[in-house]
């Protein structure tokens, strides 16, 4: 089985000095890693990455693929997304509106559309089953790959607050996850109930991880690649899954074609929400918040010791979520950046741009399979070499322990 392969985004023109850590941390825990980038952006940032040992020890990863975000969507129409806040202070400033974007979702169908054609996928019995998306700011602390990544849309939670956020809710057992009542009243007397039966079950849809199938074979029809063909069946998990991230990539693009206008909070992230709620629980699978957000984003006293050392991580936690809102508050109380201590395999050097250009990813898995055919036929030519050796020596050997036997008769017989 190949390993998971991870997706995520940069962009804007700040470059902090945390997020370095948190795309490494998907090489430490063993994942393959598209970085999407904007080159134009970038450029400056990695000459200046390429100065220190954590730079150079990721961008040095055989396992960091950088990737051209333009393949997506132009930088100019990208640069649409960003959310200029609420009221004088600018409150919730940034691209976290926009989060549920086309450069999320559209990357997502289009990983969908290639992953066919890459050489590991030629076999069923080394198919990988989709791809993920994670967000820039979250922190890897376990393989994806223990989860249950099955043939159905996979996202992540958060901890409901129990406040007036009605659409992404749910109650995430072990086992399955079910919808609340839509209007207000019967969602609070609902979610009381869920509480006092399974305390901690509260959650609330989220887009810091998402996973997306692999297409069905039943509907792909090999002549266009971007043809959706209609669904095989009403619960197929990945016509679904396809038809529904590419309706959400179009949706936010033409928002952002028409300059964004009217379009004001997590506009992307309740268009998700909605999504999964049309789906339920037999086409989308939910996450508890523990797995991905174990820590809240008003804990950033909790969030700070545990990326320090201080505080064991949750056990059952494969990443942490560095919200906005947590680094807000680190910067108010003039706290440092954690220490975040890396363990990235070291290796020789890229350029940035040999490095995209050696994205391909259909290019570098053959490129992968032929050197280990090579490493192969090179052990077994030189086993066989060694097995021949030993057996010229073995039949030396025998040869001259009769010679000698002979010889011994014959001079006894002179004798």
């Not at 619960?235 to 396809?242: F, P």
């Not at 363990?343 to 050696?358: D, E, H, N, W, Y």
């Not at 020596?393 to 004798?415: D, I, Y």
Request: hydrophobic share 40%; proline share 6%.
């Amino acid at each position: 089985m190949p390993p998971v392969e991870v997706h995520s985004l940069w962009i804007g023109e700040s470059f902090p000095d945390w997020l370095p850590h948190c795309v490494a941390s998907y090489i430490r825990t063993g994942h393959v890693i598209n970085w999407w980038i904007y080159p134009e952006e970038r450029e400056r940032d990695f000459e200046l990455l390429q100065c220190n040992e954590v730079g150079q020890r990721l961008l040095a990863s055989p396992l960091l693929r950088l990737r051209d975000a333009n393949e997506l969507l132009p930088l100019e129409l990208a640069r649409k997304m960003f959310f200029y806040g609420v009221g004088p202070e600018r409150k919730w400033q940034g691209w976290a509106p926009f989060s549920a974007s086309p450069l999320q979702l559209r990357h997502l169908f289009v990983f969908l559309q290639e992953s066919r054609e890459s050489p590991c996928f030629t076999s069923a019995s080394h198919r990988h089953p989709g791809s993920c998306w994670v967000d820039a700011d979250s922190f890897s602390l376990q393989n994806l790959g223990q989860l249950n990544l099955q043939a159905s849309l996979l996202c992540a939670t958060e901890k409901h607050r129990n406040d007036r956020r009605t659409i992404g809710a749910a109650q995430v057992v072990e086992g399955g996850w079910s919808l609340p009542p839509t209007t207000l009243r019967g969602f609070h007397s609902w979610a009381a109930k869920a509480t006092s039966d399974q305390p901690g079950c509260m959650c609330l849809v989220t887009n810091n991880f998402l996973f997306a199938p692999t297409r069905c074979e039943a509907c792909y029809e090999g002549k266009t690649k971007t043809r959706v063909a209609p669904l095989c069946s009403p619960k197929c998990g990945r016509c679904w899954a396809q038809r529904t991230l590419q309706s959400l990539a179009e949706q936010m693009r033409s928002v952002l074609e028409r300059g964004g206008r009217g379009i004001v909070g997590t506009h992307g992230m309740k268009l998700l929400q909605r999504a999964v709620r049309q789906g339920g629980p037999e086409l989308v699978q939910l996450l508890h918040w523990s797995k991905f957000n174990p820590v809240e984003a008003t804990e950033a006293r909790r969030m700070h010791q545990i990326l320090e050392g201080q505080e064991p991580y949750p056990g059952n936690a494969y990443s942490l979520h560095i919200f906005r809102q947590v680094r807000d508050e680190w910067a108010k109380l003039g706290w440092a950046l954690p220490k975040m201590t890396l363990l990235v395999p070291q290796g020789p050097k890229r350029s940035f741009l040999s490095m995209l250009i050696a994205s391909r990813r259909a290019k570098e898995t053959k490129e992968v399979s032929e050197l280990l055919e090579e490493a192969l036929e090179v052990k077994k030519a030189k086993k066989q070499s060694q097995q021949k050796r030993e057996l010229a020596l073995f039949c030396f050997f025998v040869s001259f322990c009769a010679w000698e036997e002979g010889l011994q008769k014959s001079m006894r017989r002179v004798v």
